[in-house]
C-alpha cells in the first residue's frame, strides 16, 4: 500500500546500514521496519510522517499535519503493542517528540474510532472509578492542588477549570466564562433568597457570581484544599463572606434544604457507582415543589472509559458518562424531569484552544515551576482533550432538571437567547 | 379523619332505609359504606365529592372541583378494588358520571402519585408493547383509523395530532402547530435539497411543510391507511406530489439515504423491545458524515406502563419511555450525539386543553357519528392527558441528535429564537 506508508531512505542511512553490520543488527532492523509498518497500518489515513532514529521513515498519509520522531526500539515497539499508553508515556518521557499540529494530529487519529463498535469500560475498571471520600480526595488533589499560581497561568481571570459558553466563536475566555456562569444562573432560574447548593465549586467563581448578581445565598462544598482557601479568601476581599459558604467536605455530606443544586464538571470525578448518592444528595436537599438544578458534565455518545494514559497521569477515576447513564444514576430513580439538555462540545473545544494558547505562552514561567514531564503531559493532556471534543470523542452536556410536578419553569428558551 | 370524608343523608336516604329492609340488605349497605371509606382513604386530599346511588355521600377534601356519581354497587366495589381501570370502565359504561371539572379531578389524583415508588413495565407487559408488523398495523388501526373527519372536528387546520408549540401561551392552535413544525425543521436544520425521512407522519403536514417552506425533499412512512391516502390527496392537491412521496409501510422497511430523520410522536407506539430497530433503521439511512434528526416522543421521569385502561381502550402497545429508555435503545447504541433536549409538558397540556374544547364544541356531530361509550372514552382519554401533562405524570421529549462527528451543527441555540 504505498499510498498509506513508503519507506525511504534518510540522510543518516548510512549510520543504519553502519549499525546493521553488527550481529543481530539486520534482524533488529527488520523488526524495527515491521513495527513501522504495523504503525502506519494502524494509523492509515491519518496525515503524519513516522521518523525513527535510524532514520527510517515513514508517511502514513499526505499532506502531513506533523511528523513523529521516535528516539529507540523500545518506544517503537511499545507503540505497536499498546498505542495509546505508548504514546502519552514516551511524549511525557521525551522519548518521542511531535513536530507540527499536535491537535490536529490527535484529531486525525480520534476521527479513525468507529464508536458503534466501542466496548463499555469493564467492571473491574469500573469499580476504579470515583470511588470512596479518601478515594475522591487523593484523586482531587493529585489534580487541583497543584497550585493556584499554576492555573492563574492559563485559565481566565476568574479561574474557571470547565467549559465555557461562547455567545459568538469570537467571543474573549474572559467573557465567556462570564457568559457560561450567567447562562448556567438564568438556566436554574435563579432568584433573590434563592438558597443554591453547589457540588465541587472550584475555586467559587459562580457561587460568587450568584450571589452577587442573582440575589441568592450559596452554599458550595468542594474536596480540593487549595480551591477552598482561595474561594473563602475571595468572598472574603468581595464582602459575599456572609452570603456564600465554601465547605472542605465531599458532596455525600451535604446537608440542608436548596432551591437550587448545581454542579458543574462535578460528575467526571464521582464514577458511575455513585451517581446514585449524588442523586440521594439531590433529592434528599431539593425542595419538594419547585426544586431545580444544572448538572454540567463532560460525557461521550457511546459509554467507554477515558484512556488509561489519561487516568494515569491527569485524572486519576475519571470517567465521562453517556447522557443515558447520568440519568440512569442520578436522576430517573429520583424521578427528577429532565427539562434541557444542551451539547456544548464544541463550545469545549474552543474553550481548550484559548487554555493550551495560553499555557504555551506562559511556558518561561511554567517550566520554572514544574519539569519537562509535567510540561509535556499537561501539553498533551490540553491538546487531546481539544481534539477529543472538537471529533465527538468527547461531549459537553449541560442537563437542567426540577422536581417532576414542578410548573414554575420558564414557558420557552427564548429567555435565555434575549 | 371527618376532614376527609363525611357521611351525610342525601334527600334520597329514604330510599335507602326502605331498602335496608330487605334480608341481608343491611349487611350490603354496611359494605357499601365501607368501600367508600376505602375509595376516600384512596383519594386523601382529592378535592372531590363521592355520591352513591344510595344517597350515601363522602366529600374528601373541600372545596371540590367535582362531584363523582357512582350509579351502582358493581361499579363502587369495581372502583374500591381496581381504582384506575375501573374509573376508566364505569366512566366509559356510564355506571359513573362526573360532574364538574373533570381535567382537575383527574390531575389531583395525578398529584398523589409518588413517582419515586412507582415500579416499571413487568417484562410480561413489555412483550406487549409495540410489537411486529402486523401488531403494530392493528394498533395504528385501532387508533388512527377512525375516520378522518372525526379529527378534522378537533384538531388543527393542518391535522396535526402531537403536542403544539406555542411561542407565547396565547398563540392560537393553528399557529402553534404551525411553529411546532418550524421548530422541528429548524431545530434539524434542513437545507433546501435535503433529503428527509420522516417516520409515522400523521397526515402529512410536516412532510409538506418542509418542502414547502425548507426545500426539502420527503418521503415518509406511516402505517395508516386513511392518514395516508389523505396526506396523498393533499400533496397532489397542493403541487407537491414531485417532493413528498407518502408510503403506506412500517418503519422497520424503511430504505434509502436521507440527511435528516424526523420521528414525531411514533416512538409511543414503537414499544422499547424495538427502538434498537428504530436505531438501526436511523444508523441505515441516515448520512454517515451530517446525518442529523429529532425524536419526539412521550416520556415519563421515572419508567412506568401506560394506565391498563389506555391500553385497552384508547392506544393499544402503546409506551412512553424515559429519556434514558429512549437513549439506550435508539440513539446511544449507534453512536449518535444528542445535541438537544427540550422538555414541551406544559405545551402538550396546553394543546390538550384546546383539543378537548373542540372536542366538547363539536359534541352534536361527534354524537352522531359514535355512540356514547366512544364519545364518553375519547373525553375521558383527552382529559385524562391534559391533567397527566399539567402534572409531570407524562412529559413530552424533543430530542435533537446528529453523527457523533458532524460539527455542522448550529453554535449556539440563539437561531431558534431569533
Not at 542511512?13 to 543488527?25: I, L, Q, S
Not at 487554555?355 to 493532556?381: C, H, N, P
Amino acid at each position: 500500500m504505498p499510498t498509506f506508508f513508503g519507506f525511504r531512505h534518510h540522510p543518516h542511512a548510512a549510520m543504519v546500514r553502519a549499525r546493521t553490520a553488527e550481529p543481530g543488527a539486520a534482524r533488529a532492523a527488520r523488526l524495527d521496519r515491521w513495527c513501522l509498518d504495523l504503525l502506519s497500518r494502524f494509523l492509515e489515513g491519518v496525515p503524519v510522517e513516522l521518523r525513527l532514529w535510524n532514520g527510517a521513515t515513514a508517511v502514513v498519509s499526505r499532506p502531513t499535519v506533523a511528523s513523529v520522531f521516535i528516539h529507540d526500539r523500545r518506544t517503537l515497539f511499545g507503540l505497536a503493542a499498546r498505542p495509546e499508553m505508548s504514546f502519552g508515556e514516551a511524549y511525557r518521557d521525551g522519548r518521542l517528540e511531535v513536530e507540527g499540529d499536535l491537535v490536529a494530529l490527535l484529531a486525525a487519529v480520534d476521527r479513525k474510532i468507529d464508536w458503534r463498535r466501542q466496548r463499555p469500560a469493564t467492571w473491574l475498571n469500573r469499580l476504579r472509578l470515583g470511588g470512596d471520600r479518601s478515594t475522591a480526595q487523593r484523586n482531587v488533589h493529585h489534580h487541583y492542588d497543584l497550585g493556584n499560581e499554576f492555573y492563574k497561568l492559563w485559565l481566565d481571570e476568574q479561574l474557571l477549570y470547565t467549559c465555557a459558553y461562547f455567545p459568538a466563536p469570537d467571543a474573549s475566555l474572559d467573557d465567556a466564562q462570564r457568559a457560561k456562569m450567567d447562562y448556567v444562573c438564568r438556566k436554574a432560574a435563579i432568584r433573590p433568597g434563592d438558597v443554591v447548593f453547589e457540588a465541587g465549586c472550584g475555586w467559587g467563581a459562580l457561587a460568587l457570581h450568584a450571589a452577587r448578581h442573582y440575589g441568592a445565598r450559596v452554599c458550595a462544598w468542594n474536596l480540593s484544599s487549595e480551591q477552598v482557601a482561595y474561594a473563602r479568601e475571595r468572598a472574603r476581599a468581595e464582602g459575599l463572606a456572609d452570603r456564600v459558604d465554601f465547605v472542605l467536605d465531599d458532596y455525600r455530606h451535604i446537608e440542608g434544604r436548596c432551591d437550587v443544586f448545581l454542579s458543574i464538571g462535578m460528575l467526571e470525578h464521582v464514577g458511575p457507582r455513585h451517581y446514585h448518592e449524588l442523586g440521594e444528595v439531590m433529592d434528599r436537599c431539593l425542595d419538594e415543589h419547585h426544586g431545580r438544578g444544572v448538572l454540567h458534565f463532560i460525557g461521550r455518545n457511546k459509554a467507554a472509559p477515558f484512556s488509561a494514559w489519561i487516568r494515569r497521569r491527569v485524572f486519576p477515576g475519571a470517567y465521562a458518562p453517556t447522557l443515558r447513564e447520568a440519568l440512569e444514576g442520578a436522576l430517573e430513580p429520583f424521578a427528577f424531569a429532565v427539562l434541557d439538555v444542551e451539547n456544548l462540545r464544541l463550545h469545549y473545544a474552543k474553550t481548550l484552544a484559548h487554555w493550551l494558547e495560553r499555557y504555551e505562552a506562559s511556558m518561561d514561567t511554567i517550566g520554572q515551576m514544574f519539569d519537562d514531564r509535567f510540561v509535556r503531559t499537561w501539553r498533551l493532556y490540553l491538546a487531546g482533550s481539544q481534539a477529543s471534543f472538537a471529533t465527538g470523542c468527547l461531549e459537553l452536556f449541560q442537563v437542567t432538571f426540577a422536581r417532576g410536578a414542578c410548573n414554575e419553569v420558564p414557558w420557552t428558551r427564548a429567555h435565555l437567547y434575549a
